[in-house]
């Protein structure tokens, strides 16, 4: 008899499981590319030396990274107690909304606070947008993964009824563009020469805080509780409806910044496109980290890199950039199913059951 | 009844029917136990297959064909995944939805703004003659009535038959079902696959019979939306018909509303189906739970003889 067994894994193992199923997904991938009559080896060429080939190349990688450790993030905390929110480009879309109202049309713009308040704005706003869903069901009971889903569709369209409408810029010809952000409502960059701006280093700070949430604070105990067992943390009596208020707040709040990040440091403007899908690209970022919060970073620099080896097939090869969604479909295929079979062992022979009685969650 | 309520009522069947294919297959999924979240990454795939192969055939039904045969192609990645290999059921239908998003736009490109002739209305003979149901049921496309059959196919199938005992049997509790000689994982691919196909030919519904066009993430949300509809129809064939056909209104009363020029904003407008399906789940939610109508017990959880 043939059996699966269910092994501890370790972390080099699932490093070595994540490289074999990048590998394997850039060969699915490959195939597909080679059908529609793209040379697949020109094109990984340049996916893989746009992004890391260069300093230059690095700086933008970066840049595409900044919003994708919010974005993970912002999936990665409510995944924690067992919650998926997949609204985070929606949450984004509104942070860009927010801060491009407090840059464009209030004073704040122009003055030497335009940049902490725009910030703050797109916090709330994402905070307010993820609190609908959560809401919802903290006290309702209704399923967080479709609504947060289906209000990312209401964001995308918000943001068109404003650039095409109220917001759009008289100057722009009729393009659906909203105003140039003010000087003042930029974000500083870090890097002199590059595009690295100040988001990058608020990213980090926040994997910092969400580390020290989660090991250091009562609250991140009372999240991991409910994480690992939602009965036993009824029982213990936290209250459940508060940490899913909470932590849907912080989630919005996250992926709100990254959506002001992108309006005051890269566009300058609210405008279609904004995201390339930074939010659903969280959902991958918070999964290949596996959770942790330290790991987002590399994870969201490795898909950066994708986003910008993207761009720049589009230039070359007149790629569409939906080739990065495919790829990362086929990463996330992949890697789900190798984490599975890295869990396991293969066992020929009579079945240990000491070793199988092992809960499998 | 005014020829424009008719118009509004026909452009709702027909604006629900993408909806109601997907989510009748979603109900076979989830009552064998297997959420697949992947079903707006099918429907783009099955639309754009279905698009393709029709424009390059002149045949719909063939075009019908692919679209569910990919789908069903593409749902087994989601089996393999979450069946075989007892991977997390979300992710991994968000992996397909991803996938199945990239891959038919990828694909998809030089297929914008190509022609194609797909299905077109066929009036059923006798029956279109009669009032209020007439306009509305019996002047539509050939995949509109067979949306009707499917629905009554399914309910049999689900509620009459002993194979819909035991998809139900193993929904609820897979060791029982195995235990009486019930091969769960066959039942659940069987169920994902069927899934798979329903998706596929919602999408080319899209593509060749509400539209004939291809147009990248044509599906706006749908897959998603008859996610949340399952749950509306309390995972009952017969119910979807009503939470399609109430979506459907919704899009057609907004469409309406749009073409006759009330000044509402555009952007506005498109939203509607969005908040009135959020609107829908919370209620849904909350009747489901009032009379103990959950979800089918096993759904989302992966079996295994070893736990």
């Not at chain 2, 009952?236 to 509402?264: C, E, I, K, M, W």
């Not at chain 2, 904003?265 to 959950?294: D, K, Q, S």
Request: glycine fraction near 12%.
């Amino acid at each position: 008899m043939i059996h699966l067994e269910r092994r501890r894994s370790s972390g080099a193992a699932s490093a070595v499981a994540l490289a074999v199923s990048i590998g394997a997904a850039l060969a699915a991938g490959g195939l597909v590319l080679a059908a529609s009559g793209v040379n697949p080896f020109a094109a990984y060429a340049e996916l893989v030396s746009d992004p890391f080939g260069s300093a230059f190349g690095w700086s933008e990688t970066i840049v595409k990274a900044t919003p994708l450790i919010f974005t993970g993030l912002a999936v990665l905390l409510p995944a924690r107690m067992r919650l998926w929110n997949i609204g985070a480009e929606g949450q984004l879309q509104c942070g860009a909304i927010a801060a491009t109202w407090i840059a464009v049309f209030t004073p704040i713009g122009h003055s030497s606070l335009a940049v902490p308040v725009l910030l703050l704005a797109g916090m709330a706003a994402g905070a307010a947008w993820c609190l609908v869903p959560g809401m919802l069901r903290a006290w309702l009971a209704v399923n967080e993964t479709i609504t947060t889903l289906l209000l990312n569709y209401v964001a995308l369209l918000l943001v068109d009824f404003l650039i095409y409408g109220p917001w759009q810029d008289p100057q722009s010809r009729g393009f659906p563009l909203s105003p140039i952000l003010p000087p003042a409502a930029k974000l500083p960059v870090l890097i002199a020469g590059t595009r690295v701006h100040l988001g990058f280093a608020l990213a980090l700070l926040a994997v910092g805080a969400v580390v020290f949430v989660l090991k250091r604070t009562r609250w991140g105990l009372e999240i991991r509780i409910i994480g690992d067992n939602p009965d036993a943390a009824r029982y213990a009596g936290i209250d459940l409806a508060r940490n899913i208020l909470l932590v849907m707040a912080a989630a919005g709040a996250l992926a709100g910044l990254a959506g002001a990040g992108e309006v005051s440091a890269v566009s300058g403007r609210l405008q279609q496109g904004l995201s390339p899908g930074y939010g659903y690209t969280g959902i991958i970022v918070a999964w290949l980290a596996r959770l942790n919060p330290a790991a987002t970073v590399l994870v969201a620099i490795l898909l950066g890199g994708l986003f910008l080896g993207g761009d720049g097939l589009q230039i070359s090869l007149n790629l569409p950039i939906a080739v990065v969604y495919m790829l990362q479909g086929l990463i996330f295929f992949f890697v789900l199913g190798s984490e599975q079979l890295a869990g396991y062992r293969l066992r020929i022979g009579r079945r240990d059951h000491a070793a199988s009685a092992s809960h499998i969650t | 009844m005014s020829p424009l309520i008719a118009a509004v009522l026909a452009a709702a069947v027909r604006s629900g029917t993408p909806v109601l294919f997907a989510t009748l297959g979603e109900i076979f999924a989830e009552r064998s136990g297997v959420l697949n979240l992947g079903v707006e990454g099918m429907m783009l795939v099955g639309a754009f297959a279905g698009f393709v192969t029709t424009a390059r055939t002149g045949n719909p039904w063939l075009g019908l064909i692919a679209a569910g045969a990919t789908g069903a192609a593409l749902s087994l990645i989601h089996a393999v995944l979450s069946i075989t290999l007892r991977a997390n059921q979300v992710a991994s239908g968000l992996a397909l939805t991803i996938f199945g998003t990239g891959l038919s736009a990828s694909l998809g490109r030089s297929f914008v703004g190509v022609p194609a002739t797909g299905f077109r209305p066929m009036p059923i003979p006798g029956l279109e003659a009669l009032p209020l149901v007439g306009p509305v049921l019996f002047r539509q496309d050939a995949l509109v009535y067979l949306s009707y059959l499917l629905v009554l196919a399914a309910w049999y199938a689900l509620y009459r038959t002993r194979w819909g005992l035991n998809i139900r049997a193993v929904g609820e509790r897979p060791e029982a079902a195995d235990a009486m000689g019930v091969d769960v994982a066959r039942v659940r691919y069987g169920c994902v696959a069927i899934g798979g196909a329903l998706a596929g030919a919602g999408g080319a519904y899209l593509s060749t019979a509400y539209t004939s066009m291809w147009i990248e993430n044509m599906t706006a949300g749908r897959g998603w939306i008859a996610v949340a509809l399952v749950i509306f129809a309390t995972w009952d064939p017969l119910r979807a018909v009503v939470g399609a056909y109430l979506f459907g209104g919704v899009n057609a009363l907004q469409l309406h509303l749009q073409a006759s020029g009330t000044g509402l904003p555009v952007y506005l407008l498109l939203m509607a189906p969005y908040v009135f399906t959020i609107v829908v789940l919370v209620f849904a939610t909350r009747e489901t739970a009032r009379r103990r109508l959950g979800a089918p017990a096993a759904l989302s959880v992966s079996y295994s003889r070893d736990q």
